[in-house]
Every structure is written in structure tokens, then in C-alpha cells.
């Protein structure tokens, strides 16, 4: 049987300079999901790939991170 629980993924991408900690969020719906990027504005600041020295970016459902301790507040709050 499949699990709905929400839970987060995390992973380090050797091949990505210059965000390679990341978190995959799963099962959370739209509502949880909006709420998430709000916090991530907020927190973090508005970027994309083309922002010189962005703290995060979002791709792929996934949020990448230029710094771990960026990614553990992302799983303290989220977990």
C-alpha cells in the first residue's frame, strides 16, 4: 500500500556548484505547497537560476540550496 504521509527528501547534487543541497517535498497538497513558497520568499528572498549569489532556487519540485544550513532551516520548519 502507498504512503500519503507527507515527508521531505534530501540529497546533495555533486554536479551543481552552485545550489547542491536540495529537498523534495512530498505528499503535501497545493495549500501546504503555496505556503511553502511564501515562507521561502520571505525567508530567503525572491531568485531564480539567473540571480547572481541567489540563496535557493526552485526546479522539478524540488527546493535547491547554495547553503546547508539554508536547507536545515527549510527542514526545521517543514518536518
Not at 531568485?47 to 541567489?54: D, P, Q, S, V
Request: glycine fraction near 4%.
Amino acid at each position: 500500500m502507498w504512503n500519503n504521509t507527507p515527508r521531505i527528501e534530501t540529497g546533495y547534487a555533486d554536479n551543481q556548484p552552485k545550489w547542491p543541497y536540495w529537498v523534495r517535498p512530498y505528499n503535501y497538497d497545493e495549500s501546504e505547497w503555496l505556503k511553502m513558497n511564501l515562507w521561502m520568499l520571505e525567508t530567503f528572498g525572491n531568485c531564480n537560476w539567473h540571480t547572481k549569489n541567489a540563496l535557493w532556487v526552485g526546479s522539478d519540485r524540488k527546493y535547491w540550496f547554495r547553503d546547508e544550513r539554508d536547507r536545515t532551516l527549510f527542514l526545521l520548519k517543514w518536518s
